[in-house]
């Protein structure tokens, strides 16, 4: 039957479902994964790296030829050139996420890509609609990974942005990782959801076996929003975000004392350079969102993606009191 | 047609709504025109004041003959005379919220009552189905007013406590304000929703004509958890919980320095009695959750119950493709 939704028939795809651009670990075979399991599949271009975008590009024109894909960038972190090599290769659309959108948007737009703009409060929201944007995501801060210090939860804040924004077409993000929370974003009047975490444990994602065993074991508890592990590796996120990670060493000693590590980070960053070089820490913090209680299994994205939309057409059905689709 | 529940058959209610057992405004008007909505009216016990709860009690009984309801308590703020006192006025249901419930759980189920507990991580969610818990309310850190202070989001807490403590049927609390928020609560596995602000902005609620618009105005944004106001007014809320507030001069003077705000808490106490003395700031915090953008106006609770449910009922159909009820 499927859940047809004006995401999913923006980019004509089956389920209203898209993987979270994750810098680094959404590459062409997670993207490709996507795609072929009913999605919309991006890719994480993050910092606009364009030896590593070539790369993945390769991959997914090899694994998912002839359906629409769309790379994400950060927009603090990129530059216009960035965003007009990624145009070149033809994306169907263009996240952009995090910072000033403006620099970019315009160019996406003209190029015929379908714009989509993160975003962590209302007056984003609101900036989104103004430059036009096709799709926006509306991120709560249960996310893992990146996002906004002080953020809003996705339960209350979706529904805020979709009457902000209507009738441009809302992604749910955040706290999202399984089916039942799919159902959930479109409930709250989402056209569909984005999903990191679950979408980091899968066979596709560019990710070690480490980091996909401690997001299976990973209760959302054990995660917290943190700007902590960034100052000690010596990020260049703007302050303005924190980022939900798993437990860590780091962590446990610089907890709440974030004032005091950034006034003088050397001695930390060091001590991190040598714990990594040690192998007594992995090099990049384990980003994992507060919905990783509901995430227990390594699946194929492409056999994830069907799992989430039927799981969610009978979550719709079961809390609607109508008869479920058979799962 | 209606939402049928494990918790609308539990109480023999029409619709999976209920109140939040607010302290000082949840009295017996609000916990009747929620019956008569069709939902299950709850009382404010709180700190278990006999004198309110008798006079509320009255006000029910005259207003809301007849129907289920029940009686909210702090399990950190009561003894169990207070619990006893309310048993023998033959409440169908008991609510426990923050703190303990040991001392109290057992003489609620052996008075034939109906024991609600409010949880706020999963070891708490374990402990009310050991303790018999016939219903387990999943409280969100979006929520308004008191809750933990590091405190889950609803989004992804609800089905991580609906799948801990099947069968036992789960009610979903925080940021959650109009019918889309009840269909996403459904939709997460939840048996159904528990409001508080919402139910604060309603003609029944005992709050004056400055709350109610304060609630109607406000914005998510503008509400932040602390526990400044808790430490300024020399309240007994123990470290452990935070509440969610609108802005306040005392948390703009405040913010991030609770430590040294708790260490010496006798100035800012004084200042706080002259400020409300001179009329300058109210008596109490305005406790308000992130789910503040939702609410615009003014209902009675009895109306309100109905229109959540049948927006609830709409956007479960919209979202699952089926054909919506009329509204």
Redesign the interface.
Known sequence: ????TAFTRLFGVEHPIAPAPMGGSAGGALAAAVSRGGGLGLLGGAFGDRKWLARELAVLAAEGPGKPWGVGFLSWAIDVGAVEWALERGPTAVMLSFGDPRPFAERVRDAGSTLIIQVT??EEARRAVDLGADVIVAQ???AGGHGAR?G??????V??VV?LVAPVPVLAA?????G??V???????AAGALLGTRFQATTEALVDPATAKALIEA???DTERNRVLDIARGSSWPEAYTARTLGHPFLDRWRDREHELAADPHEARRAYEDAVSRGAIPPLPLWA???A??IDDLPSAADLVGTLAME??H???R????RPPRL
Do not use: K, Q, V
């Open positions: 039957m499927g859940l047809s409060d209302l709560g801060t249960e002080r809003r939860s996705t339960l209350p804040f529904p805020a009457d955040g706290g999202i990782a399984d039942r929370g159902a959930a974003a479109l409930a709250l009047g209760r959302g508890e969102g507060e919905a209680d509901l969610a057409e979550a719709l059905a809390a609607g009191g109508h």
